[in-house]
């Protein structure tokens, strides 16, 4: 079974520039998550789908970044502009439906963005 | 603002020794789970220990949770080479929120 296969897996750009990454789940997976990971920490969580629509929005800096999943599937993290503090690894990963609070997240390689 | 924090946060150990790590969280908790992140197969799930549970066994994995300290530890025995990971706390919310912590550098030396 294929895992979460995310592209680029890296990108560099200069800033002020957009910068787009994709996302696709595992086959079935209903839930999709995207994270931020900066150099020595921990993964934060940007936003989470369940299906196509955004249900946790409330760690994503609005003013310059933007997600979608259309038909429920795929999903696009975009940045416009890019400032060097995006610099970092965003990783998506998927889960399916689970009765009660727990559903293994499967995450992806990640994009490993560098802003100049 | 990350929940959990893991001590320490760097360890090197060598090949067959155990590892052991702590990690202290500030809020109620449905579960708590352990992942694993290195170069070569990116961030993966180790274990899981529900809130109701005090130990549990995988492998060579051991983990452990007090709920009243607030606090789980992670029990790597008889350690390999491929041990060599960042090891993240993760506990999850009554929403399902995963949270990490900023994680433990273990490096095993052969």
């Known amino acids: 079974e294929a895992g979460v296969v995310q592209s680029p897996r890296y990108k560099i750009i200069e800033k002020k520039q957009p910068v787009a990454f994709w996302c696709n789940p595992i086959?079935?997976?209903?839930?999709l998550y995207w994270y931020r990971q900066n150099l020595g920490q921990g993964p934060e969580l940007l936003i989470r789908y369940e299906n196509e629509e955004a249900v946790d929005d409330s760690q994503l800096p609005k003013d310059r970044f933007s997600a979608e999943r259309l038909k429920g599937v795929d999903s696009t993290l975009k940045i416009q502009p890019a400032e060097l503090g995006d610099s970092a690894v965003y990783l998506c990963?998927?889960?399916?439906?689970?009765?009660?609070?727990?559903?293994?997240?499967?995450f992806g390689p990640g994009t490993r963005l560098t802003v100049l | 603002s990350q929940q959990g924090e893991e001590d320490p946060q760097a360890l090197s150990i060598q090949e067959g020794e155990n590892a052991t790590m702590n990690c202290s969280y500030k809020t109620s908790i449905n579960n708590l789970q352990w992942y694993r992140q290195n170069s070569g197969r990116g961030l993966v799930h180790l274990i899981l220990?529900?809130?109701?549970?005090r130990e549990k066994h995988s492998g060579r994995l051991r983990v452990t949770l007090d709920t009243s300290k607030k606090s789980s530890s992670l029990l790597i025995t008889a350690s390999r080479a491929a041990d060599t990971a960042s090891y993240f706390c993760v506990t999850t919310d009554s929403w399902g929120k995963l949270q990490f912590g900023a994680g433990t550098q273990v490096v095993v030396t052969p």
């Open positions: 990963a998927s889960s399916s439906r689970a009765e009660g609070s727990y559903n293994e997240q499967f």
């Open positions: 086959s079935g997976h209903n839930t």
């Open positions: 220990i529900r809130s109701n549970e």
